[in-house]
T-cell receptor, first 116, second 113 residues
Framework: SQTIHQWPATLVQPVGSPLSLECTVE??????LYWYRQAAGRGLQLLFY??????ISSEVPQNLSASRPQDRQFILSSKKLLLSDSGFYLC?????FGQGLGDTQYFGPGTRLTVL | QKEVEQDPGPLSVPEGAIVSLNCTYS??????FMWYRQYSRKGPELLMY????GNKEDGRFTAQVDKSSKYISLFIRDSQPSDSATYLC?????????????FGAGTQVVVTP
């Protein structure tokens, strides 16, 4: 079965510091990968998605970036955090096109980021 | 206007009652419909997945899709306090190369003992 991991679970960082959040998926190959942010009491905001190694698309312009160095690894980064970057960051995966599973996405446990 | 509208609640019901949740949408191309449950400080977990119109039942959960009205519903029978969570609807059109989902804002449900 497939599993998705995120770490760290919780992070408190000062404004202006760098950020690196990691997500890995097990039990599937060539997944589509997604980064979302969920502000308190708000819906899910898609930040980045990737359909393959090195292929990243950005949905929202901001000071965050994403990379996919390996098939099942997705990293969210920032060089300098802003207060507005605080939130709950979720990684998700879905089967790649043609595997007959529609567009169902499966989420990781999330990382709660507080920028002070 | 948002593509997917969902009442944020909170929706408070007594234990054992039926919980009724719904979403409306504007894009007639949507074909895949999902419901996710999200407990506080956790990632969303998939509850129900339906393709096109009709009903789907899984234990205490029933999902309905009415494409003619652009309206989907989730019913939870015999609700339990453990059903207290935020429920998000999600949907997408014909599968493209990366499967972007449109999410509702989520409805907070509180089941009181």
């Amino acid at each position: 079965s497939q599993t998705i991991h995120q770490w760290p679970a919780t992070l408190v960082q000062p404004v202006g510091s760098p950020l690196s959040l990691e997500c890995t998926v097990e039990g599937t190959s060539n997944p589509n990968l997604y980064w979302y942010r969920q502000a308190a009491g708000r819906g899910l905001q898609l930040l980045f998605y990737s359909v393959g190694i090195g292929q990243i698309s950005s949905e929202v312009p901001q000071n965050l970036s994403a990379s996919r160095p390996q098939d099942r690894q997705f990293i969210l980064s920032s060089k300098k955090l802003l207060l507005s970057d605080s939130g709950f960051y979720l990684c998700a995966w879905s089967a790649s096109f043609g595997q007959g599973l529609g567009d169902t996405q499966y989420f990781g446990p999330g990382t709660r980021l507080t920028v002070l | 206007q948002k593509e997917v509208e969902q009442d944020p609640g909170p929706l408070s019901v007594p234990e054992g009652a039926i919980v009724s949740l719904n979403c409306t949408y504007s894009n007639s191309a949507f074909q895949y419909f999902m419901w996710y449950r999200q407990y506080s400080r956790k990632g969303p977990e998939l509850l129900m997945y339906t393709y096109s119109s009709g009903n789907k039942e899984d234990g205490r959960f029933t999902a309905q899709v009415d494409k003619s009205s652009k309206y989907i519903s989730l019913f939870i029978r015999d609700s339990q306090p453990s059903d207290s969570a935020t429920y998000l609807c999600a949907m997408s059109g014909a599968t493209d190369s990366w499967g972007k989902l449109q999410f509702g804002a989520g409805t907070q449900v509180v089941v009181t003992p």
